[in-house]
């Protein structure tokens, strides 16, 4: 009887412990920073930066929250603009279900602000910030379509995978990784396209590091470069 009773103990601590995390919950979310060189791309934006500035810094960042949420947040700046100009985009992510429940972007450029924030209450819409977050933890392997949040309106969306690069981060390291572009689909009960660009290099790593970024707003792509991995 005791031998029985001794067996069920050990097969009942064999179990918590191959369960790890789940027993305590669910793991904390990690904090990461990433710093980039930004420089602007294209024809139009080459024009475009005749009067604004056509390189500076970036950054992106995922802070764990009080409430076990995490705050992922894209932010492009200048030392050459005059009056603290930025962009920036974010949002507050449920890490369960990789979902954004609130999302906001915003800029100040030229003498012009403006923002936006809402809720994200509809179950497949990201917006640029969470969207990267997600494809890092769940990377498509095949075409998937979404619905992305963008300065307070809702557009669908397509993620496509293009399969593995070689590129090189700015300290000059070589990196293979995996490309993803997302583009805006006619769709045509919906009204409006998405006109935006999104494209990520993600490192072949255990954090699918973002090693490049291209995102494209109005006029100009803007080309972020990771300085080092």
């Known amino acids: 009887m005791k031998s029985s009773l001794r067996k069920i103990l050990l097969l009942v601590v064999l179990t918590l412990l191959a369960a790890g995390p789940m027993a305590s919950g669910q793991a904390k979310p990690q904090n990461e920073e990433f710093q980039y060189h930004w420089q602007l791309r294209n024809f139009l934006g080459t024009l475009v930066g005749l009067f604004l500035p056509r390189q500076g810094e970036g950054s992106l960042t995922f802070k764990s929250l009080g409430n076990g949420h995490l705050q992922s947040e894209l932010t492009i700046t200048s030392g050459a603009a005059k009056q603290g100009e930025y ?77 593995i690069e070689s590129r090189r981060t700015r300290n000059g390291k070589k990196v293979d990784v995996r490309h993803y572009s997302i583009r805006g689909v006619d769709v045509p009960e919906r009204g409006n396209k998405w006109k935006g660009k999104l494209d990520l290099w993600l490192a072949r790593d255990e954090a699918a590091t973002p090693v490049e970024i291209l995102l494209s707003r109005n006029l100009a792509d803007v080309h972020l470069e990771l300085n080092s991995l």
């Open 87 to 163: 962009f920036r985009y974010g949002s507050e992510i449920d890490t369960r279900t990789l979902q954004p429940i609130r999302a906001w972007s915003s800029y100040s450029w030229r003498g012009e602000t403006k923002s936006k924030s809402a809720p994200i209450e509809q179950i497949g819409v990201l917006d640029i910030a969470s969207g990267i977050y997600s494809i890092r933890q769940d990377p498509p392997e095949k075409t998937r379509r979404m619905e992305i949040w963008s300065d307070g309106k809702i557009y669908p969306v397509v993620v496509i995978p293009l399969g």
